[in-house]
């Protein structure tokens, strides 16, 4: 069973920065794509980006270009920069983690964290 960790959330100014990481355990972490997903209150949840195993990304179109994942094997973590933040992007930010090949589905993931929560102020 794999159990995943995120960390990083907190309240920032429109236009500011944040730094997302998830640690993952319990599992083989280079074998697994990992995607990061939000949902706004009374929203429902909705994917932000995700990273295959063996590195490629994909980004909803709302974020790119502000936001970058990336991966750490050898810390087995995953990193969502986010950049030029706006009050759109308030959410809670939730890491999770599927077999191989990053997708879009949230229904497609196994294994899930806590969320944190990205609070954007104009």
């Known amino acids: 069973q794999a159990q995943l960790v995120e960390s990083g959330g907190g309240l920032v100014q429109a236009g500011g920065s944040l730094r997302l990481s998830c640690t993952a355990s319990?599992?083989?972490?280079?074998?697994?794509?990992m995607g990061w997903f939000r949902q706004a209150p009374g929203k429902d949840r909705e994917f932000v980006a995700a990273?295959?195993?063996?590195?490629?990304?994909i980004y909803a179109d709302s974020v790119k270009g502000r936001f970058t994942i990336s991966r750490d094997n050898a810390k087995v973590t995953v990193f969502l920069q986010m950049n030029s933040l706006k009050s759109e992007d308030t959410a809670v930010y939730s890491c999770?983690?599927?077999?191989?090949?990053?997708?879009?589905?949230?229904?497609?993931?196994?294994?899930w964290g806590q969320g944190t929560q990205v609070t954007v102020s104009s």
């Open positions: 319990g599992r083989t972490f280079s074998s697994y794509a």
């Open positions: 990273i295959s195993w063996n590195g490629s990304s």
């Open positions: 999770a983690a599927k077999l191989f090949v990053a997708t879009t589905g949230d229904h497609e993931y196994a294994y």
